[in-house]
């Protein structure tokens, strides 16, 4: 055996060691701004994100998304910031290549293929149809709710607005741009039933006991991704290296967790006010419509 080729095997034996402990050192990723992770999120979605509320008042954002995102940053030696927005703006800042990340319990919809990378599933969930105790018995199964009698919500730009679209057709189909104003028209007796994500309806419910889960929706993706900027192969790479670690080493178990036990406390749903407090009237539905 020559050098050459002793240097060879050496040399590939050092490289299957250090591909195996993936580094995602900063520098081998570009991102919109040097040195940070820009994260777009909608924080209207417990337990993903949304604001947990001190004793004093204060906001904090947080969710097992916002986890995974800190997770992600610090795996790549990244400053990790958030942008929140609605999430119709999530999906289209992604789109514009103005932000790197999209962390909103997005579902790799095929349809948004064009606009956006997904990286591979980081948690598992289902779609839910939900309305309010006094009407649950007109709804005894989703057939019911396709009436033209009904009023039916989704969040504006989400793959429920889809599921109310073909699930209730005859329906008046009402699309809202936060989960949160669906749940006020829902308790205030303006919709009828809404299409959302079942542990984001089940943390709704525990705050407010007058929500009833109907049943299922069926949806071909049982689960979330996170949106990432098009192009970008080496984010995308860094990302699934992290989202497998935090699958593998028990942190995304331990961000689930967190964050369920915190969305049953003092939370609030939305976007702050230009003093990044929470608005002192809440009537995001009115804003809605
Ligand atoms: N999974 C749904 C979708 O991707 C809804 C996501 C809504 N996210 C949010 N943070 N409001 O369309």
New binding site residues.
Partial sequence: MNLKKITAIALGAVMTVSMAVPTFAADDVETVTDGKLTVA?????AP??FYSIDDDGNPTLAGF?MDLAKYIADKMGLELEVVPMD?DG?LSELAQKNVDLGM????P?PAREDAMEFSDLYYQGGQSFVTVKDKADQFKSLEDANNKDYSIGA?T?????DLANENTPDADIVSLP??TDLITELLTGKMDGAFI?TA?AESYQKNYPDLVIVCDVPYDTVG?AIGVSKGNDALLKAVNAAIADALDDGSMDKFIADATELAAGQTYEGTLDDNGAVPETDDTAEDAE
Avoid: H
């Fill in positions: 999120t909608s924080p209207d979605f993903y994100e998304d999430f999530v909103a319990g997005l579902s919809d969040q730009g989400s793959i429920q607005l936060k989960v994500e984001v979330s």
